[in-house]
């Protein structure tokens, strides 16, 4: 892998970085505190910071004395009022150590679809940035229905990073880069760098993170990565262990380039 192509990550001046639910919550939730580290130093070098998080259903399951993801819309929704709540906490708890206010916002696929909330969400996140706010981003579950959906908040990070002009998209995920199919499969081989115009044809597609609590996959980070490289923002894929690495620029993962720009 060409060092040059991460040569500005560690000064990129503005960062997204996705985190999905089965890194950050039931047996993972002590990851949130080396997830804010890596921010954290990103932070403090400067750069200005969106975390999309996912996580508000899976943190509210227990707290509904569920076992499992609920089916009923109703029920998810009331899980994501109030793991929605206990999750920014625990972000905030966290970025304590570090003097960090979080602030967090919560779109539907419509906020950025029409002109008017997509203005406001814009001039929001314009401003909480400037004023150094480490801000939040997850999709607001208790009023989305399946049909104003993101579907998925790999597309959601794609398209923040696009209305932010993000220089940087992070994808996070339980698996350390993409393959050439399912990595536990025999066979499967990493790949480190995905060029713009690289239409990835033979990828054999399988599931990203924990049954259960998760809705994206492999399939979801790929379209997302091809989203936002259109845009002209380079994109690394790559397992939520490797956050601090990845945002220091060294080669884990995989690379995205971003398209060049146009005339």
């Known amino acids: 892998m060409s060092e040059g192509r991460r040569a500005g990550v560690a000064g990129a001046h503005r960062i997204v970085v996705k985190v999905g639910s089965s890194s950050i919550s039931g047996a993972n939730v002590s990851q949130i505190g080396p997830l ?10 400067g750069s200005e910071v969106v975390l999309v998080s996912s996580g508000a259903i899976a943190t509210g399951i227990p707290y509904l004395n569920l076992d499992a993801r609920p ?13 929605q709540n206990v999750l920014i ?8 150590r570090y003097g960090i206010v979080a602030g967090q916002v919560l779109l ?4 950025l679809e029409a002109a008017t909330p997509r203005g406001n969400a814009q001039r929001a996140l ?9 801000v939040s981003v997850n999709e607001n579950d208790t009023v ?37 199919r399912p990595p536990h499969e025999p066979g499967a081989v990493r790949i480190d760098h995905v060029a713009h115009d690289d239409d990835l044809h033979g990828i054999e597609i399988g599931d990203i993170g924990a049954a259960g609590v998760g809705t994206g996959g492999a399939g979801t980070k790929i379209a997302a990565a091809k989203f936002a490289t259109s845009q002209g923002i380079p994109v690394v894929l790559t397992s939520t262990q490797n956050v601090a690495a990845a945002l220091a620029g060294e080669p884990v993962g995989t690379w995205f380039d971003a398209a060049p720009a146009t005339p």
């Open 108 to 111: 539907t696929a419509g906020d």
């Open 144 to 180: 989305a229905t399946q049909e104003i959906r993101f579907g998925d908040n790999d597309r959601l990070a794609a398209l923040v990073s696009e209305l932010v002009g993000a220089d940087l998209l992070v994808l996070l995920s339980d698996v350390d880069a993409l393959y050439t």
């Open 71 to 83: 089916n009923d819309l109703a029920t998810q929704q009331a899980a994501a009022a109030v793991g």
């Open 126 to 134: 314009e401003r909480l940035l400037g004023l150094r706010i480490l």
């Open 36 to 45: 804010v580290d890596a921010l954290a130093a990103a932070h403090a070098r």
């Open 89 to 96: 906490f625990r972000y905030q708890e966290s970025l304590d």
